[in-house]
């Protein structure tokens, strides 16, 4: 059962142009998403989060937005850069009363960025 | 800052042998999850301590078990390990307050 999907194995976009990065999920009670970045040999670096109660969270050159209707998040990065090539995980969580916070991952989506 | 820190980064074991990978969590982080990453897919969660207790578990059987020390710090035990437990083992830590959980480099097993 996933619960967190990442349809798009990979996805190529020239340097300076926007990349968009798509996520779905199925459990309407995750209440909070995160987005981690991955490079080959290193642990994932969390990027930008996005609380349910909100429909867009941006900082410096991500944003995402957060369609809760159509159970759907995405990553936008602009302008992107070589740098920003890399494997982008997308992460659900149910905190609630709790607090647990156990992450949903997605499979991730191969970012490259060509010069 | 020291960040996560793991250890060791790459271990390869027999199938059937015990195995143990620590973490140290980010200062000031008190909360404490592992995780399996298979090659090609996202991480899975195993488990979550809190306050040296088990608070939350995956779907992974007992041979996988955890420890949290007062210190924060943490270890996961595989028990007679099989092929498919090869993996990238991750762990990850937040203060119990925080939402943002932030990981190690890993520890690469690989059960021959």
């Known amino acids: 059962d996933q619960q967190v999907k990442q349809n798009s194995p990979s996805l190529s976009v020239q340097e300076g142009r926007i990349s968009i990065l798509n996520c779905d999920y199925t459990?309407?009670?995750?209440?909070?998403f995160l987005w981690y970045k991955k490079y080959p040999a290193e642990g994932p670096t969390f990027l930008i989060s996005i609380s349910s109660i909100k429909d867009k969270n941006e900082d410096g050159r991500f944003t995402v937005f957060l369609n809760k209707s159509a159970k759907h998040l995405s990553l936008h990065i602009v302008p992107s850069q070589p740098g920003d090539s890399a494997v982008y995980f997308c992460a659900a969580s149910l905190y609630g009363s709790s607090n647990t916070g156990k992450l949903i991952f997605g499979q991730g989506t191969t970012l490259q960025v060509k010069p | 800052d020291a960040g996560v820190t793991q250890s060791p980064t790459h271990l390869i074991k027999t199938r059937g042998q015990q195995v143990t990978l620590r973490c140290s969590p980010k200062s000031g982080h008190d909360t404490v999850s592992w995780y399996q990453q298979a090659l090609g897919q996202g991480p899975q969660f195993i488990f979550q301590?809190?306050?040296?207790?088990?608070?939350q578990r995956g779907n992974f059987p007992d041979r996988f078990s955890g420890h949290q020390f007062p210190n924060y710090s943490s270890e996961l035990n595989v028990n007679a390990l099989w092929l498919g437990d090869s993996a990238l083992y991750l762990c990850?830590?937040?203060?119990?307050?925080?939402?943002?959980?932030?990981f190690g480099q890993g520890t690469r097993l690989t059960v021959v």
């Open positions: 990850a830590s937040r203060p119990s307050s925080g939402t943002e959980a932030f």
């Open positions: 301590y809190y306050e040296e207790e088990e608070r």
């Open positions: 459990n309407s009670m995750f209440d909070y």
